[in-house]
């Protein structure tokens, strides 16, 4: 209830507006009974035509202003339900890009997109029902009760006790389904990361014929989620059923009642009809909120599942608001300084006391066997992880001292497993220089060996890309994502074994354009093929999580024994081929 009321309250005056609206619209609709009943009595007591002409003409005017108030009404709280939702929305996509690795294993893919759509979409349908249905519930029972007490205490009674059975009816199972709904909301999230890994691992499933296994699988989710949910609906089934009875218990006493009173003479036609109307109008507003009460425990899991995600505190924050004066005369761009990492669920150090210098017109590369770290290296650069112990600059100053952004402007990481974003590729290539020049972006092309099949494409830069780069090869995504880092021109460029699917005839003229565009900057590459990293100035040799050698090719092929074993390794791969 809480998460409501924060996003409620930028919106307070429209909110307050939507009540004010709704409240008229009630009153007004309560008014008409009480006209109508006093219509027939004088009818019935052949009271002058030109009375009930102005009676008539009372109830015209008072349907028409209630009418216009259930109107904008109405139109007030869906555009107070959209800007909640839409609040909502930015508010958990703004966390979720602050969010570490970490956190988002901790929540899952998965879930963060069911919490930002489905779970909102439930939260703004339960708002715009409480609304409507739920607030005007107490001053639709209380105006009813008086105005039934007012004439005839009997029934006001009766009407009261009714009402209350009602209202105990909808908390019990209001309270029953709320454990159904928090399973509910799992089992959904459960469907969705199913079948987010069956589609986009449907070249795997189809590879491996386990397309029977995976519909199996699916099935269980949907069984599981069908199941609970019809527990649930079973749940308010009965309170449907038990409310209708008491509705129509309500009228026969009603009808049974009034009959004795108007052959004493104490009651009226037209006060028969005003009671029917306030007790029917009492009545549908209980039943309409019971509809609501359907939405509300799963709207409140929902709230809850989206209140987690926004009052997380992210493993990775800005310890500092201020960055650090920029000085592009120090030669030493990146330093690891006594550097240590252990994960957080790890019992030992993934990475342990790297030391090493990343100087301006320099290659660094890291070269090691799988989970090695090499990519770690890479993550905590970017600070995607804060290192344990030790500590790794950027300019001479500690990357925690400098905010999260001012860090990643100075840097542009090619990721081993290349995404590009659906667009064209003129905008995925500007995705890290905004006002690049075509004529620039086709020189980061031309460099990075993309620039010939961009050209032979009937588009150029224009060329559609889909989600992911499908519509592209491996290694023309690669040059692509090569591309995109060099029009950012920064310090320090990171390529996390980007070569790994490219050619060796590309892969060597890459290189060899890369040296010259890359001269004022410092260049860390991660690889596992020695080909790509021996001319480079430095070369890191990991082991284990430790630094098994450092020096150039010709130094390590000398001095450290697990870097014979890799290009021992891969020479003989490549003589056998």
Known sequence: MNLILRFLKPHWKLCLLTIVLLIMDVSGALFIPTLVAEMLNRGTSSAPFGEIVHLGLQMAAI???????????????????????????????????????????????????????????????????????????PLVCLLSLALTFGLDAQLGLILLCVVIVVLLLAWAIMRSAAPLFRTLQKLLDRMSTVLLE??????????FNNETREEERMTAAFSNYAATSIKANRLFANLDGLSFFCINFFVVVVYWLCGAHISAGNF???????????????????????MVILTLPRALECCERVRLVLDHSPEIVDLVEEDPEADSSNPEVLAFRDVSFRFKDAEE????????????????????????????????????????????????????????????????????????????????????????TDAELMHAADVAQAGDFIRSLPDGLQSFVAQGGTNFSGGQKQRLSIARALVKKPELYIFDDSFSALDFKTDAALRKALAPETKDAAVLIIAQRVSSIRHAHQIIVLHEGHMAGIGTHEELMKTCKVYQEIYESQTKEAQEA
């Open 63 to 137: 349907s028409l202003v209630a009418g216009a108030c259930a109107i904008l009404g109405g139109y007030a709280c869906a555009t107070l339900s959209a800007r909640v939702g839409k609040d909502m929305r930015e508010a958990i996509y703004a966390k979720s890009l602050k969010l570490s690795i970490y956190d988002f294993r901790h929540f899952g893919t998965a879930s963060i997109t069911t919490r930002t759509i489905s779970d909102i979409t439930t939260i703004q349908f339960a708002l715009t029902s409480t609304i409507q249905m739920v607030i005007p519930v």
């Open 198 to 207: 069956n589609l986009t691992g449907v070249r795997v499933v189809r590879a």
């Open 268 to 290: 009226q036609i037209g006060d028969i009809t005003a009671v029917i109307e306030y007790a029917m109008m009492v009545l549908f507003f209980l039943m309409m909120a019971q």
């Open 349 to 436: 150090d993934t990475l342990g006391h790297l030391n090493f210098v990343c100087r301006r017109g320099e290659t660094t590369a890291i070269i090691g066997g799988t989970g090695s770290g090499k990519s770690t290296v890479a993550s905590l650069i970017l600070r995607f992880h804060d290192v344990t112990a030790g500590a790794i600059e950027l300019g001479g100053t500690d990357i925690r001292e400098m905010t999260q952004a001012y860090l990643r402007d100075h840097l542009a990481y090619v990721q081993q497993k290349a995404w590009l974003f659906s667009g064209t590729i003129a905008e995925n290539l500007r995705y890290s220089r905004p006002d690049a």
